[in-house]
């Protein structure tokens, strides 16, 4: 399996900017579907981005779509989740995973990832 590192979280204004990023190691990157989840306080995991293995697909929550944009740069073994327009309710701890194959709905499951970073904290106040 791969192993994953998010980085770039942090605390911001309403309104400001983060990107995250999503280091891998230990297998060829660019074979695996890269998706984002969050995870408030008491909530549920949720989906959140997702970009499939060539990088010609690629889906979002209907809850930051036009807000937030996954990217990947299998040169760097790097997946990106560039926010933008961050309100409160985006306060979570934010999650990348990597799996082998997939596209679509199964990308949008938590539950169809095997591997998983350890999340970074996102805080936006208001």
């Known amino acids: 399996q791969v192993q994953l590192v998010e980085s770039g979280g942090g605390f911001v204004q309403a309104g400001g900017s983060l990107r995250l990023s999503c280091s891998a190691s230990?297998?060829?990157?660019?074979?695996?579907?890269v998706g984002w989840f969050r995870q408030a306080p008491g909530k549920e995991r949720e989906f959140v981005a997702a970009?499939?293995?060539?990088?010609?697909?690629?889906y979002y929550a209907n809850s930051v779509k036009g807000r937030f944009t996954v990217s990947r740069d299998d040169a760097k073994n790097t997946g990106y989740l560039q926010m933008s327009s961050l309100k409160p309710d985006d306060t979570a701890v934010y999650l990348c995973?990597?799996?082998?194959?997939?596209?679509?709905?199964?990308?949008?499951?938590?539950?169809?990832?095997?591997?998983w970073g350890q999340g970074t904290q996102v805080t936006v106040s208001s």
């Open positions: 995973a990597a799996r082998y194959y997939g596209a679509g709905d199964v990308l949008m499951n938590p539950r169809n990832f095997a591997s």
């Open positions: 230990g297998r060829r990157f660019s074979s695996y579907a």
């Open positions: 970009i499939t293995r060539s990088g010609s697909s690629t």
